[in-house]
Each structure stands twice: as C-alpha cells, then as structure tokens.
C-alpha cells in the first residue's frame, strides 16, 4: 500500500473516541461561533478523514502565505494549496491584516486575467481591509488620500511598492458598511487561491532591481529574442546559399 504524503499512516483528526467527543462537543458549546464558508466546511471533512495527512489542522498564516508562492510549507512539506478557514478576525497582527492587503492588490494588478466579478470581490475586500487599518480620524479621507492608504498597508515608494501603490486608488471603493458582506467572504478565499497560484514560478518570485523578474522578462527579453531570432535566421539563409550556391542579384 502507498504511504500517504510524509507520513507512514493516515492522520484522521475525526475523534472516534465516543467520551472523548462528548466532552469536546459540550466544550464547545462555550465556545463563540463563527460563520464559515463552504470551502472551509470542505476542508473540515478532508481534515477529519485524514485526506489532506499530514495536516494536522488548518494552515496558519506563515504556511498559507508559503506554499502559495512555494507550494511548501514553512517546514518544508509539499503541499500544493493553502488549506484555509478565513474568517474575521480582530486579533490579526498589524502585519498579517498589509500581507493580506498587498495580496489582494497583487492580484488586482493581473487586470485582464481577472474575472470582473472577481475584481469586484477583490475591490470591496481590499477597501474594507485598508478603511479599518486607518485611524478613526483618517477613515472619512482613506480613499481621496492615497498615500495615506498606501502607508497603512507598507508599501513604499520605490520599486515595485510604487507600481502598486499607483495602483491603489483605482482599486479601491467606497465601504458602505461596517463588515464585509457575506458574499464576499464566501467567494475571496477561492478567489485568492485562484490567481495566488495560478502559473506560480520562479520568473513570478525572484525579483531583480526591485521588480518581479516577468516584468524584465516580457518588457526587455522579447526585445532580446526578437534580435536573436533576426540573427539567427539571417545566419541559416547565408549557409544556405552557400551550401546551394545561390547567387543573390544585386
């Protein structure tokens, strides 16, 4: 029998213990609940019947965020998608709540790839997310000021930070209430994995001066293979004439 991925038997975190499930139901029940998505609830069950071994639950932050670029996790076990239960959270640190912003932005960048429904998930999310990184005082000017949106979610003014700090104002729009709507948050995680993923590589990762290196591979190396396509199609057709004694009239 094939071994499951790293791990030499299958981990199930179904607890089939019936004392042992009683007692964690009635601890639940002090618990406070949470509304979760669809997505989520799936990967519950897959979880409970040790599918996604050797998880041994949902992924926190730092591996959600690494197996999206890397497909691994912060350990180092392939996993080839995040593994996610987003829900609202206050308690996200400074940091998590610009990492999720930045993402969102990113993949607002794709433009054209992006579905427009899409876009009008990722463009209420990212709004509400940035409207409530701002002050109290700020909140009424968040989006007529774009630099001040810009610096509540890191972004510099150098390099690629500038590209998508231009970006910015046009993606965001006005926060007419207090949470995010409900469809919303059922949508945005299949949304994220969607274009987070989707043709993930090297060329997408590393950067060079600052900027993804896609952008000097589409901006300068067609250029580049344009000349030495030129350069080698004229070196076949004088070899060719060689080799034919073609005579070119002049």
């Known amino acids: 029998m094939i071994k499951p991925l790293g791990s030499d038997k299958l981990m199930p975190l179904y607890v089939a213990d019936d004392a042992k499930r009683a007692e964690l139901l009635k601890e639940a029940e002090g618990l406070p609940s949470i509304v979760i998505s669809s997505a989520a609830a799936g990967n519950a069950v897959m979880l409970a019947g040790g599918y996604f071994t050797p998880l041994t639950g949902y992924m926190n932050v730092a591996d959600s965020m690494s197996v999206a670029k890397t497909m691994k996790t912060t350990g180092g076990q392939f996993w080839p998608t995040p593994v996610l239960n987003v829900v609202e959270d206050a308690s996200a640190t400074t940091e998590m709540k610009q990492q999720f912003a930045k993402s969102m932005l990113m993949v607002l960048g794709k433009n054209i790839a992006v579905k427009e429904n899409h876009k009008s998930v990722l463009k209420e999310s990212l709004s509400w997310s940035v409207y409530n990184m701002q002050a109290d005082s700020v909140k009424p000017f968040y989006k007529s000021e774009p630099n001040i949106a810009a610096a509540s979610i890191g972004l510099g003014s150098e390099g690629f930070d500038k590209i998508m700090s231009d970006l910015l104002p046009s993606s965001l729009v006005k926060v007419k209430n207090s949470s995010l709507s409900d469809e919303s948050k059922k949508a945005l995680p299949e949304i994220m994995k969607l274009y987070l993923i989707h043709n993930q590589s090297f060329l997408t990762d590393f950067k060079f001066l600052g900027f993804p290196f896609h952008y000097w591979y589409t901006a ?31």
């Open 220 to 250: 300068q190396f067609l250029l580049i293979l344009f000349v030495l396509l030129c350069l080698y199609y004229a070196v076949s057709i004088d070899r060719m004439n060689r080799e034919y004694d073609f005579v070119e009239e002049t």
